[in-house]
């Protein structure tokens, strides 16, 4: 299984960015698709998550409201809308999927695969 995440960039906050994940190779109807950031020094945290049917989805409290996640299935890619982005929003932001219970979509060592990152700034 291969992740490529790509669509950051250099926005001023209250601005909008949209993020996509394509996912390839040997995919399941079993997996979870989920989006985390890593600010420099920090550990990698949970963003939000979507089922491979799409009926699944979690957000974390962060950025309830103001983040989307949502997948095309004929392209295989997950998307990350984020608007009204602020300062602290600046992170690299990667993609993974896995076999994951619902119970597990917030830790990153659940999931198996991993895309390469994308990074985001949000100037203020």
């Known amino acids: 299984v291969q992740l490529q995440a790509y669509g950051g960039g250099l926005v001023q906050a209250g601005g909008s960015l949209t993020l996509s994940c394509a996912v390839s190779g040997r995919t399941s109807s079993h997996r979870v698709t989920g989006w985390f950031r890593q600010a420099p020094g920090q550990e990698r945290l949970f963003v939000a998550a979507?089922?491979?049917?799409?009926?699944?989805?979690s957000y974390a409290e962060s950025v309830k409201g103001r983040f989307t996640i949502s997948r095309d299935a004929a392209k295989n890619t997950v998307y990350l809308q984020l608007n009204s982005l602020k300062p602290e929003d600046t992170a690299v932001y990667y993609c993974?999927?896995?076999?994951?219970?619902?119970?597990?979509?917030?830790?990153?060592?659940?999931?198996?695969?991993w895309g390469q990152g994308t990074q985001v700034t949000v100037s203020s």
């Open positions: 993974g999927t896995g076999p994951l219970i619902r119970s597990s979509w917030t830790f990153a060592d659940q999931y198996h695969y």
């Open positions: 979507i089922s491979w049917s799409g009926s699944g989805i």
